[in-house]
């Protein structure tokens, strides 16, 4: 699941089924229409579903590699949802929460020994940052230059992904208080429990980080682990 050199956004999906919703029939759906039909469009090049293990909700978490964020409500995934099945429209309608987001890349490390079978990676962690205007040159250089090479040397670090959110969003009535930041960052992981390790403490307590942080008014981190790979039809 590395991401083609063209994909340069991140369609990002969270969802609670909720008790209006039959787990298994929402798995069903899920598996065999929602995510398979999303991946009939050519712009969608992978997806990879998973589930929280940090006790939060929302509990579901889908990524696709997009070419580019204008693609993720574009004429062809409207074409794809417009003839979505009547229990894909139900379903749709009775899931207590779906917010759906559009992001552009903007910076990108791998591992370097990492594979193609490395991904989608077991456990992924999501960071989304809102920062004051006069912060943020700081605020990327920090990420970028000391806080992802920190990262890297935690046991089982695969990748980090920093993107800025689109104009493209979809959220339905309840938000059950989620909130929804400018800067997103995705870290895969082959290991679970990475941050209770020294190498993630060590990241997170450096005196620049603290520095950078006075700048930061809205902040976000969720855990999850790997529940479902989709693959593109072939």
């Known amino acids: 699941m590395l991401p083609p050199t063209e994909a340069k956004g991140l369609s990002f999906v969270l969802l609670e089924p909720g008790p209006r919703v039959d787990e298994a029939e929402y798995h069903d759906w899920y598996d065999t229409e929602h995510a398979p039909a999303r991946l009939t469009i050519p712009t969608f090049y992978n997806a990879a579903r998973f589930k929280a293990v940090d006790g939060q909700k929302p509990t579901y978490l889908t990524l696709y590699d997009i070419s580019e964020p204008s693609v993720a409500d574009g004429p062809e995934y409207q074409a794809v949802k417009a003839n979505g099945s009547d229990r894909d429209k139900r379903l749709l309608g009775e899931v207590q929460y779906l917010n759906r987001r559009a992001y552009s890349t903007i910076f990108a490390s791998t591992l370097s020994s990492a594979s193609a079978s490395d991904f989608p990676p077991k456990f ?111």
């Open 124 to 234: 992924v962690c999501y960071v989304q940052m809102e920062v004051m205007p006069e912060g943020e040159a700081e605020f990327n250089k920090w990420y970028e230059v000391e806080h992802i090479p920190m990262l890297s040397k935690i046991p089982g670090w695969l990748r980090s992904r920093r993107y800025v959110l689109g104009n493209n969003m979809l959220r339905t009535s309840e938000d059950l208080g989620i909130p929804v930041l400018k800067y997103i960052a995705v870290h895969d992981f082959s290991v679970g429990k990475y941050w209770e390790s020294p190498e993630w403490k060590s990241a997170t307590s450096t005196p620049w980080r603290d520095e950078v942080v006075k700048g930061v008014v809205g902040r976000e981190i969720r855990h999850f682990e790997l529940f479902r790979e989709y693959k593109r039809p072939e």
